[in-house]
């Protein structure tokens, strides 16, 4: 609902600016790298990517040269947004230029990748996901925006929702893994954790939905690559967790790099204008991913930047991140008569508004430096960054050797059990080295006796800790593999330990679900740590030892090979030749079809027993219900899984699809009737003429700890006529 008093407060303003003013406003500058060197920013990347500077040197080149924020563009009213800039002193500098020294005085909004923490560093989000846990992910998402707003920042290009079903796709770091329902349940709790319920207050941080849209689904796992798929496969299972994570009120949308069916996202009309706004009755302002408009050359959809600026803003795209073509050509569009002066000004409007609601015009300078330092790593959030790690980690194998005895005398392997920086993950932009910390780091605080394993002869230990797996550049963006095997190193490091005769936890440090066949074979534990942020060494020392009972699950299926990619994710069809003994049968000669973990799962030191499953149908849906008892010694928390199978439809539909879970907190031996309610609009689906329809018939609910193992109880679903 748009409000009146900022609606007549924008049209006074649109009718004093010029249209030189109007296209600053759809400008987003960054900061240009001077003084230091005369390199620019891709010939540093170059050079890193051909060996002659390594990532360090380029990191502390480009984090400490001074940047160059353009002022004289500013004061000419030629910037109304700036991407990156980081501390509240500069952008006070910078906002007391846009608000004292131009025309009309229009306040900066200034955007940041606060992903997962902003110095407090939560666990890379794909982590976060396995908790399973909204408030959580809500409550992580308010600390970012505390951090984050106090060091001069108002939006953050976050939640990232795009359902990722090919870990070969370094983003999938990003998602909360390859479901639609988690992806738009994190979605919506991060938008509503960042933005509270009042944008004015100086800690409420504008949310940006992204990439907008299915940028999760780029053919190969290859980054930035097409995406092609039905419309019935693009409403099902990749548009709900924008839509969901719009509709929590978000105030701002990213749209993807890659095109939909040949469209590129930021020119795509139907996604930016038909669905986003039409559909989803969406208010807020629309921003290019970065020099995405200027890239539709490449994608082969523009001849040129100013072609590229024409289709993007007639498209519904408000904002263009860095690349300069709305800035250099949206006034000899709108003189020609290619854009519309009421297109330019629905786009100015959207921005000016944002500005509005965050109360930028009336409050301009919402930090400073003292405010600034006194925000970041509290103990409160250092603890919440801490209840994060140990709710993320998943315990994939556990052959009786956790948790660990105190007291038990350990060896520490593997460079990653040292390397706090590398615990960050990708996308922490603002974390400063010795800010996370490693296990070592943890034993260390602990006093906690330990030995390093060397290339000299293995130390005599009780327990081997082995840390394997990818360091932070190796995921996220641009960082796409074709191979998803441990590396020689680790498998030769792993094999080594085992042959010693003591047991060994291995401890799995990544992005992305990688083939963990080795670690199962030689590991007699293995504990899926992601990157999981400030607090790592302690929350996995807190696990190890029992101190707290691992409860994460799985958001994304762990293949046994690469090659299963990307075809393992949970919610797959079961073709009329199921996987099976017969040779014609739909399965590799050379590899299993099922996943080396299945979607969902997670081990806990404690044991669960599922049992008296029902379902029925209601007023309106299914009703399923089951007892969950804790069999096991100690407390815990499992989280029981709802799915559904509609096993006779008008199209295939997925063997699993989930539909509702609960994190049932159990004391030892006690037991808990769980109850489900699916709507009918969650069996719902697009028959082939895209007319959404609710079948009559036999619906499988099936329930339990993972989407492998379940019960199943069936429901005769016959709709009222
Ligand atoms: C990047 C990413 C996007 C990010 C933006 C600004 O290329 O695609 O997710 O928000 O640029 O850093």
Not at 242 to 260: I, S, T
Not at 266 to 295: P, Q, Y
Not at 369 to 387: C, F, I, N, S
Not at 414 to 437: H, N
Request: some cysteine.
């Amino acid at each position: 609902m748009k409000n009146p008093e900022i609606e007549k407060r924008i049209k006074d303003l649109l009718g004093r600016m010029t249209l030189e003013e109007k296209a600053g406003q759809l400008h987003q500058a960054g900061g240009s790298i001077v003084g230091a060197f005369d390199l620019s920013f891709e010939e540093i990347l170059t050079m890193v990517a051909d060996g002659r500077m390594t990532e360090e040197e380029a990191h502390k080149m480009i984090s400490t040269a001074k940047r160059d924020w353009h002022e004289d563009d500013l004061r000419a009213g030629r910037i109304g947004s700036y991407l990156g800039l980081v501390g509240s002193e500069e952008m006070n500098r910078m906002q007391h230029i846009a608000v004292e020294e131009t025309r009309l005085g229009i306040p900066l909004i200034n955007g940041f990748d606060v992903i997962h923490g902003f110095r407090t560093i939560a666990p890379i989000p794909l982590a976060e996901s396995c908790a399973w846990e909204p408030d959580l992910w809500q409550r992580t998402a308010r600390m970012a925006a505390e951090e984050a707003t106090a060091a001069g920042i108002q939006m953050t290009f976050s939640p990232m929702v795009d359902v990722s079903k090919d870990p070969r796709w370094g983003r999938i770091a990003e998602s909360a893994g390859e479901d639609a329902l988690l992806n738009g349940l994190y979605g919506e709790a991060k938008v509503r954790g960042y933005q509270t319920d009042d944008l004015t207050r100086h800690d409420a941080l504008a949310a940006c939905v992204k990439h907008f849209a299915a940028y999760g689904a780029a053919e190969g796992g290859r980054d930035y690559n097409r995406v092609d798929m039905s419309p019935q496969r693009f409403e099902e299972e990749y548009l709900p967790s924008y839509e969901r994570a719009v509709k929590a009120g978000a105030r701002a949308v990213m749209p993807a790099f890659n095109d939909l069916n040949g469209v590129p996202c930021s020119v795509n009309k139907k996604l930016l204008t038909d669905i986003l706004r039409g559909r989803w009755g969406f208010d807020g302002m629309t921003i290019s991913d970065a020099n995405a408009i200027a890239e539709c050359i490449n994608h082969g959809i523009a001849a040129d930047r100013r072609e590229a600026a024409c289709l993007a803003l007639n498209a519904g795209m408000d904002m263009d991140m860095t690349s300069g073509c709305f800035l250099d050509h949206v006034k000899e569009l709108v003189e020609a008569g290619e854009i519309s002066m009421e297109k330019l000004d629905e786009a100015v409007s959207d921005i000016l508004r944002l500005k509005f609601e965050l109360g930028l015009f009336d409050d301009p300078y919402r930090s400073d430096a003292e405010q600034e330092k006194a925000a970041m790593l509290t103990p409160a959030h250092l603890a919440l960054a801490r209840e994060a790690a140990q709710k993320s980690m998943v315990l994939l194998k556990n052959d009786g050797l956790l948790p660990l005895k105190e007291g038990a005398r350990i060896g520490l392997a593997g460079a990653l059990a040292s390397d706090g920086d590398e615990m960050s993950g990708t996308w922490a932009g603002a974390v400063q080295p010795g800010d996370c910390r490693s296990i070592r780091d943890g034993l260390d605080e602990e006093k906690i006796s330990y030995a390093m394993v060397t290339e000299e002869p293995l130390p005599d230990c009780d327990v081997f800790l082995c840390a394997i797996g990818e360091r932070k550049a190796e995921s996220g963006e641009a960082a796409s593999r074709a191979s998803l095997e441990l590396t020689d190193a680790d498998i030769a490091l792993l094999k080594r330990l085992k042959e010693s005769g003591k047991p060994v936890a291995a401890v799995v440090f990544a992005g992305r679900p990688l083939c963990l066949g080795p670690a199962a074979e030689y590991a007699d534990a293995i504990l899926m740590a992601w990157h999981p942020g400030t607090e790592a060494g302690p929350a996995i020392l807190d696990l190890l030892f029992g101190r707290v009972n691992p409860s994460a699950k799985l958001t994304a299926s762990f293949p046994a090979a690469t090659g299963q990619c990307p075809t393992l994710y949970y919610d797959h069809i079961r073709t009329g030749r199921p996987a099976g003994k017969f040779k014609y049968t739909s399965k590799y000669l050379d590899a299993p079809v099922e996943p080396l973990f299945p979607f969902g799962f997670g081990l806990s030191y404690t044991g669960y027993r599922y049992s008296d499953i029902t379902a029925a149908q209601t007023e309106g849906g299914i009703h399923a219900e089951i007892t969950v008892q804790n069999t096991g010694d100690r407390p815990g928390s499992e989280i029981v899984q709802c799915y559904f199978r509609d096993p006779a439809a008008r199209r295939v539909r997925p063997v699993r699809k989930l539909a509702a879970f609960e994190k049932a907190d159990l004391q030892p031996g006690e037991s808990k009737r769980i109850a489900f309610d699916i709507p009918e609009t969650a069996l719902g689906y697009y028959d082939q003429d895209m007319n959404f329809v609710i079948d009559d018939g036999l619906i499988e609910i099936h329930i339990g700890g993972n989407a492998r193992d379940t019960l199943q109880a069936d429901v005769r679903f016959i709709r009222e006529k």
